[in-house]
């Protein structure tokens, strides 16, 4: 099994402030890594998929990098309603796992 | 716009069962995959299980094989999960989620979730 760890586990940042969250793989994904985003009490919603390709109605703020085992999300100028719990996940290989999740709080 | 509702949670002995449904809408049902995603209280997500886009293939995590049946009714857009031999680990929302083709394994859209509760 793939096991995605991402880092930091939590964060806390100012509004304006320019966020990163890592992923990596335990073995190389190419780039079937995506991300999602999970505010309290709601279902996921889709951020970013292929590590880099974005999708309508995401803000431009939220981009991804990375490919084969490290990965990144970046948010640029962080807004209060980002407050969210942040998951990357592999389509590479079975069983398709999570990362742990990391917490961004607004300070 | 596309539409997730699952039913059919609840508390529940262990060792009993217990079935879910999921109704799609705003999107013809018939032409993705589907897949059930797990959260157990307070921790991560957990993907359960995936069946193809006509049915004819199934995929399941290993801890759910031989307890867990994913299937759907193309002709009612509903998605379904049988899940046999509760486990207090099973205790979870289920979400389920719609892959954004056939077997892209990538969810782009999630209901809002059924909570399973098995205990005595």
């Known amino acids: 099994e793939i096991v995605l760890t991402q880092s930091p586990d939590f964060q806390s940042v100012t509004p304006k402030e320019k966020v990163t969250i890592t992923c990596r793989a335990s073995q190389s994904i190419g780039d079937g890594l995506h991300w999602y985003q999970q505010k309290p009490d709601q279902s996921p919603k889709l951020l970013i998929k292929?590590?880099?390709q974005s999708l309508s109605g995401v803000p431009s703020r939220f981009s991804g990098s990375g490919s084969g085992t490290d990965f990144t999300l970046t948010i640029n100028s962080l807004e209060a309603e980002d407050a969210a719990t942040y998951y990357c996940h592999q389509s590479t290989n079975l069983p398709w796992t999570f990362g742990q999740g990391t917490k961004v709080e607004i300070k | 716009q596309v539409q997730l509702v699952e039913s059919g949670g609840g508390v529940v002995q262990p060792g009993r069962s217990l079935r879910l449904s999921c109704a799609a809408s705003?999107?013809?049902?018939?032409?993705?995959?589907m897949h059930w995603v797990r959260q157990a209280p307070g921790k991560g997500l957990e993907w359960v299980a995936l069946?193809?886009?006509?049915?004819?293939?199934?995929y399941y995590r290993d801890s759910v094989k031989g307890r867990f049946t994913i299937s759907r009714d193309n002709s009612r857009n509903t998605l379904y999960l049988q899940i046999d031999s509760l486990r207090a680990e099973d205790t979870a929302v289920y979400f389920c989620?719609?892959?954004?083709?056939?077997?892209?394994?990538?969810?782009?859209?999630w209901g809002q979730g059924t909570l399973v509760t098995v205990s005595s």
């Open positions: 705003g999107f013809t049902f018939s032409s993705h995959g």
């Open positions: 069946i193809s886009d006509d049915g004819s293939q199934q």
């Open positions: 989620a719609k892959d954004l083709t056939t077997l892209a394994i990538i969810f782009d859209y």
């Open positions: 292929y590590a880099s």
